[in-house]
């Protein structure tokens, strides 16, 4: 099998410089062409996950992989994925060549479309990759979109996205996002459990959230996530915790207008700082990110 043209045009490098050839950004995902590399990266990835994720994983993220048509064997092919999630939650994966304009994405979000990166990360970038490749974005996200609270949560983050950019608090409610969707984790069973995307496609961040002595783990408040920066290039310093699911359905139905002029006036909070207002679930050492700094 032939690597697919689209890869040299819309590869890793190129993103967003590459003009779109549909307005929507979607391409071919050209599941035919992916070659026996390929398969054999998101196979590795996949079975170093599977070993991980029991008792990390929330429960909604264990039972969506396992209704879905996935396997380590091969990259799954977005078609079959999107029959059986449209047939549970209304939503559908379409292929992108990686990141999109903002409210490209939103308008997917907006209409129920999951956005996939197409390509697959290379050997050598097993561990860390910028653009969300097929693993992030399938593996990641998808089994969680299988649960009707999450599916609708995005789908109003995506609603919200062009109105928040309009008013200019796009970086507030990215947060919420980033905090939750990607690095969430909730209570379960009496422990913390992982459900963001960012963490379940990431073998050493599974860990670091959950066991590392280093981050905090905050209870979720949204006026104060929204005020918090993140990082996009290491370990999260704070991961926020939520009760259940149905948080994220109760978070949907608020109205965030008046909420974005509260934090605007209350100012940004660095990754890693700590509220006497907080409820922690683990107040972290910083060790982790001390270290980085200092070296
Ligand atoms: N595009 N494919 C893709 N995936 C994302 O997660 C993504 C994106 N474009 C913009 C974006 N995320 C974020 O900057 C917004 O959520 C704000
Ligand atoms: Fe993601």
Redesign the pocket.
């Known amino acids: 099998m032939n690597a697919a043209p689209e890869k040299t045009k819309h590869g890793l490098a190129a993103g967003l410089e590459a003009a779109p050839e549909n307005p929507d950004w979607t391409i071919d995902q050209g599941w035919e062409r992916y070659s026996a590399e390929e398969h054999g990266v998101w196979k590795t990835l996949f079975e170093r996950q599977s070993k991980l994720l029991p008792g990390r994983a929330c429960r909604a993220f264990v039972e969506g992989m396992q209704q879905l048509p996935m396997r380590a064997d091969e990259i799954p092919d977005f078609r079959r994925v999107s029959d059986v999630l449209m047939k549970h939650t209304g939503w559908q994966v379409v292929a992108?060549p990686?990141?999109?304009?903002?409210d490209v994405?939103f308008d997917h979000l907006a209409n129920r479309r999951f956005?996939a990166?197409q390509f697959i990360r290379k050997p050598h970038e097993l561990d860390y990759l910028e653009e969300?490749d097929v693993f992030h974005d399938v593996f990641g996200h998808v089994p969680m979109l299988m649960n009707p609270a999450l599916a609708d949560f995005i789908q109003a983050y995506g609603q919200g996205?062009m109105r928040a950019k309009e008013l200019g608090v796009?970086d507030k409610l990215?947060r919420v996002?980033w905090y939750t969707v990607e690095f969430g984790l909730l209570q379960e069973d009496g422990g913390l459990r992982i459900y963001g995307a960012g963490i379940a496609s990431s073998r050493t961040e599974s860990l670091f959230c959950l066991e590392d002595p280093s981050p905090n783990r905050i209870r979720f408040d949204l006026e104060r996530v929204m005020r918090t920066r993140y990082r996009i290039d290491d370990f999260q310093e704070s991961y926020f915790v939520i009760r259940d699911l149905d948080e994220l359905l109760e978070l949907a139905q608020i109205d965030f207008a008046p909420i974005y002029q509260r934090v605007g006036q209350a100012g940004d909070l660095q990754p890693g700082e700590v509220l006497e207002s907080d409820q922690l679930f683990t107040r972290g050492s910083g060790d982790y990110h001390r270290a980085r700094r200092a070296a």
């Open positions: 992108v990686g990141l999109v304009p903002d994405f956005p990166g969300p996205g796009l990215a996002y």
